[in-house]
């Protein structure tokens, strides 16, 4: 089994949101396959699917990015998955809007959310797709940038992007996630 976790903050006030970036590709992953996250439990939002003869849990946590590790960790242990099963979405400033970038390891950058889920699997050790939103022209607190919805001068570069990173976790459904980096990094 593996587990496609998408950050991001619940509620209609952060819909459409830079920092939601990785609940975007897990509702457009959804929408594509017509699934919905039925499931609630340990302050998350979920479902379990097949997808290419592999089962996969979808994930969104509602606690709130910066404790987004409070939900992963309990469903992967009820589900019995281990670090390496999972690949976590999210927003990056430090990659331009558009960019997608898939790593297997690493630190926190920075993102609260990202450090939560370090803190709570006690690994740094698991799949990532950095989502890139870019950094203010303007200087404005991050964030206000990151609570900021994209500009409809950014939605094709947006739509492309999300559509990128549902193909390379499709991928992962039957590919080494080495082998799928390879091919969704260039």
């Not at 910066?66 to 690949?87: H, K, T, W």
């Not at 797709?129 to 919805?149: A, C, E, H, T, W």
Request: glycine share 10%; proline share 4%; hydrophobic share 35%.
């Amino acid at each position: 089994m593996k587990c496609i976790v998408g950050l991001g903050n619940p509620g209609r006030k952060y819909e459409q949101t830079r920092h939601n970036a990785g609940f975007m590709v897990v509702d457009h992953l959804l929408e594509r396959h017509n699934w919905k996250l039925e499931k609630q439990k340990f302050n998350g939002l979920f479902t379990l699917e097949t997808l290419q003869n592999e089962k996969v849990l979808l994930i969104e946590p509602q606690t709130y990015m910066n404790l987004s590790g409070e939900c992963v960790r309990p469903l992967m242990d009820f589900y019995q998955l281990e670090a390496e099963d999972i690949v976590v979405i999210y927003d990056d400033l430090d990659l331009p809007l558009g960019k997608v970038k898939l790593r297997q390891t690493g630190g926190h950058g920075g993102h609260n959310g990202v450090r939560s889920i370090i803190d709570h699997l006690g690994t740094k050790q698991f799949n990532r797709i950095r989502f890139g939103i870019g950094r203010p022209v303007q200087p404005i607190p991050v964030i206000d940038y990151v609570l900021g919805k994209f500009g409809t001068e950014e939605q094709t570069v947006l739509n492309d992007s999300i559509n990128h990173a549902a193909n390379a976790l499709e991928a992962w459904m039957s590919e080494s996630f080495v082998k799928v980096m390879n091919e969704y990094n260039k």
